[in-house]
């Protein structure tokens, strides 16, 4: 106890002789070694908190946050409540828990309906649970399809009764909603999704199947001919925009260096024609003789000039019937003809017409905007004789764009600021504290320094030193009084000189005592 006692004795004479900005130094570099180490804590304690469901209806919101409850969870809740966020470290965790449960939002249950069947169930009650079971089944495997997030499948089911005679109460029908991942789903994955639902129910056709997504457009209304018209039409929508989405791009990827990208504004329409045409030519060149045919009758002179050719006709030549001789000539030729057959089609999406607008906040000059039109009309492929036209209007209004600042952050998502206030507040700290002594031990040189001086100054017997160099000039006797007199007249300078001359004096009469003596003082600092 006492030497617990006698510690803090210590501790509490050293601090009362420590300097008022040593005092300040330790207590500074204290205060920010506790904040240092409680930031650390808090980053590496804190509770970092992810997604665990989102989009959630109120009734599937309220039985996860019960269960979240029971299991003594902290969590959070975002959206007006439809999104529910936990530790990140549990996210994963409990997903797998709550899938073994079959506890999982928006989630359906399949043919395991019957694995709690009991022996009270009646047929009606295995009815209606099959047509559950079903639903579930057709719930799952649609909404695993990579452009649907989620599906809602509601059946009819026919009454197999042997005493019902209506063909029309035992067709099933079948009703689905899409909720998908982007705005849009091809036809060929909506065919899909017909086919899979006429395939899980009896007595199910195509034709009875509706189709629709989450912002009520029908997709699939049992017509195969309107489904391939209204898919045909929604594939060259998205063609026509992601064509007119491209020529934007570029466009802005061209003009973003001279100007910024918030300053330009790019509008493009494209007028594309889907039509497909199919064109066959046929050209006939170089006719050949292939054949010839000649007839003759008459008397001789006549036949002679049929074979001799002094005809004048050179494909057929008959000659009127003489009453006399009753002659006649005939003469056919067959020509073989080059013949070159050219079949072109036109694939759709061709382009029509071009329509560019060009809007840029500032003041531009018309020389500047020439420029700017000439480019945009080389990045789009300009064609006059399409009717293609390119407008660039310079707009000098005020940019109302609120600027953000965007914290820098680390890779662990912690603000810089975090790291950087306690480094600095320890390295000035620690700057603080290093002049501080430093100076101190200055003070402490210079003192040792003046002590050695009074002593000299007080000494009776020459000293050598810089006054006996022979290079150096002695000082002058009006100085050396004005140092040497007020010395003198010190209380504490009086009392050294005694001890001083005591010293000497005691070396002197006992020279073996103060040799000894010195050898102990030096063992002990040695």
Request: aromatic share 6%; proline share 3%.
């Amino acid at each position: 106890m006492d030497k617990v006692k006698d510690f803090f004795g210590n501790l509490k004479d050293k601090w009362s002789n420590l300097n008022r900005l040593v005092k300040i130094a330790i207590i500074a570099g204290l205060i920010s070694i506790l904040a240092a180490g409680g930031i650390v804590y808090y980053l590496n304690t804190r509770v970092e908190y992810a997604v665990l469901f989102s989009n959630l209806s109120d009734a599937d919101a309220g039985t996860v946050t019960k269960d979240l409850e029971d299991q003594d969870i902290k969590y959070k809740l975002k959206d007006d409540g439809k999104t529910i966020l936990v530790d990140k470290t549990k996210v994963d965790q409990y997903r797998i828990d709550m899938a073994v449960d079959n506890k999982l939002p928006d989630s359906s249950q399949g043919y395991e309906l019957f694995d709690d069947t009991s022996m009270m169930t009646t047929d009606e009650d295995r009815k209606i649970m099959y047509q559950r079971a079903t639903t579930g089944e057709l719930e799952r495997s649609i909404g695993s399809l990579n452009a649907v997030k989620k599906a809602k499948v509601m059946l009819t089911m026919p009454d197999d009764d042997v005493f019902s005679d209506d063909a029309k109460g035992k067709k099933a029908k079948a009703s689905v909603a899409l909720t998908l991942n982007g705005n849009t789903i091809s036809n060929s994955a909506v065919k899909g999704i017909v086919e899979l639902t006429t395939g899980a129910v009896k007595g199910l056709t195509a034709e009875n199947v509706k189709v629709v997504d989450s912002n009520g457009n029908v997709l699939a209304d049992g017509n195969n001919d309107n489904d391939d018209l209204t898919g045909a039409n929604s594939k060259y929508m998205q063609i026509q925009k992601q064509f007119e989405k491209q020529l934007e791009k570029k466009i802005t990827r061209v003009l973003g260096p001279l100007a910024d990208g918030n300053k330009i504004s790019v509008a493009v329409n494209a007028d594309l024609n889907f039509d497909a045409l199919e064109r066959k030519t046929t050209k006939y060149s170089n006719p050949n003789l292939r054949s010839e045919n000649v007839q003759a009758n008459g008397n001789q002179e006549q036949i002679q000039q049929a074979q001799t050719g002094q005809t004048d006709d050179n494909v057929s030549n008959v000659t009127g019937d003489n009453t006399d001789n009753g002659a006649s000539y005939s003469r056919t030729i067959n020509n073989e003809l080059d013949t070159d057959v050219t079949k072109q089609v036109s694939a759709p999406g061709t382009v029509k017409r071009l329509t560019t607008s060009v809007a840029i906040r500032g003041d531009v000059s018309g020389d500047q905007q020439a420029q700017i039109k000439s480019i945009v009309r080389s990045a789009i492929g300009y064609d006059k004789d399409r009717g293609d036209k390119v407008t660039v209007q310079a707009l000098d209004v005020p940019d109302t764009t609120p600027k953000v600042h965007k914290t820098k952050t680390v890779k662990n998502n912690v603000p810089w600021w975090y790291i950087a206030l306690p480094i600095g507040v320890i390295a000035i700290a620690g700057i603080a504290a290093f002049l501080i002594i430093r100076k101190k031990r200055q003070d402490d040189d210079d003192d040792y320094y003046d002590d050695d001086y009074d002593v000299d100054v007080t000494d009776d017997s020459p000293q050598p030193g810089p006054t006996s160099s022979a290079n150096s000039e002695p000082l002058p006797e009006a100085k050396q009084e004005e140092k040497a007199v007020p010395l003198q007249e010190k209380p504490e300078v009086k009392e050294r000189q005694a001890k001083d001359k005591q010293a000497k004096d005691y070396a002197q009469t006992n020279p073996a005592v103060t040799a000894e003596l010195l050898k102990a003082w030096m063992k002990d600092h040695h």
